[in-house]
């Protein structure tokens, strides 16, 4: 027979779990965040906003800067959540108003391993340098309008 106690840890234990999709979006953009070699505040702040948006707890979240995980690999991902993982990327490679040769590279692998070309992973990042101003849903249209293969 199950005890009330082991009820409420149960509820508490599944209540902060991190969803395994997010909790690969946050790792990639953390990775993407400290590709300089440094980690701004402001790509923090844009990480912790997501974060925020989706509920993770502060323990969580502090786990997770500490010791994202590993990029590994993302075809299983639908193409929405290409879309959604690759705009992220790019809006938070363009945050700090710094488009630096590591983030670039980073930013090409993330989108081999989501199924775009690095042609046009390269095409949209030309078109973000010199301008930092671009909003994310700007960012996110750009990317809707790459090709891919499960474009519909």
């Known amino acids: 027979m199950i005890t009330q106690w082991e ?15 997010l909790k690969k979006k946050l790792s990639i ?6 590709a300089d070699g440094e980690f701004a505040r402001i790509e923090k702040n844009f990480i912790e ?10 323990a969580e979240r502090e786990q997770l800067f500490r010791n994202p995980e590993p990029i590994g690999t993302l075809g299983a991902l639908s193409y929405p959540k290409a879309i959604e993982y690759m705009s992220d990327c790019l ?8 488009i630096r040769q590591s983030e670039v590279l980073l930013c090409e692998d993330i989108g081999l391993r989501l199924s775009f070309t690095k042609a046009s992973i390269d095409q949209v990042i030309e078109q973000l340098k ?4 671009v909003s994310a849903d700007k960012i996110k249209a750009m990317v809707q309008a790459l090709p891919h293969p499960e474009k519909i």
């Open 7 to 21: 009820i409420i840890i149960n509820f508490i234990t599944k209540a902060n779990t991190m969803n395994p999709v």
């Open 29 to 34: 953009l953390i990775h993407l965040a400290v």
């Open 49 to 58: 906003e997501i974060c925020t948006r989706n509920n993770i707890s502060r």
């Open 91 to 98: 809006s938070l490679m363009v945050v700090d108003g710094k």
């Open 130 to 133: 010199g301008n930092s101003e």
